[in-house]
């Protein structure tokens, strides 16, 4: 079994930023694609951005091109969300996801999931 943890989040004012990571610690497992989903009250969880291992290939929501960066550390097997220009609409639960077993990468076709960290954006 592995465990994903993730750190980062917190509360910002709006036009902040905030960098989330998504960690694998005493695993040697390397997935093949690692994600960051989210979650707001009353709301479906959705694929924020996603990161492909080989090649390091991106790709991400409409809702946060230009202002989110995935990233990733293969020698860490770590993953980073880099949060910019935050706004009262990024509130949520922050879950970082890897080993995606589907064909989307913005469904919940993952292997693992991490705890969540919860990200509060105030206007």
């Known amino acids: 079994q592995v465990q994903l943890v993730e750190s980062g989040g917190g509360s910002v004012q709006a036009g902040g930023s905030l960098r989330l990571s998504c960690a694998a610690p005493?695993?040697?497992?390397?997935?093949?694609?690692w994600a960051w989903f989210r979650q707001a009250p009353g709301k479906e969880r959705v694929g924020v951005a996603a990161?492909?291992?080989?090649?390091?290939?991106?790709d991400y929501a409409d809702s946060v091109k230009g202002r989110f960066t995935i990233s990733q550390d293969n020698a860490k097997n770590t993953v980073y969300l880099q949060m910019n220009s935050l706004n009262a609409e990024d509130t949520a639960m922050y879950y970082c996801a890897a080993g995606l077993y589907g064909g989307y990468w913005w469904r919940d076709d993952y292997n693992y999931w991490g705890q969540g960290t919860q990200v509060t954006v105030s206007s």
């Open positions: 990161i492909y291992t080989a090649g390091g290939s991106t």
């Open positions: 005493g695993t040697t497992y390397r997935a093949n694609c």
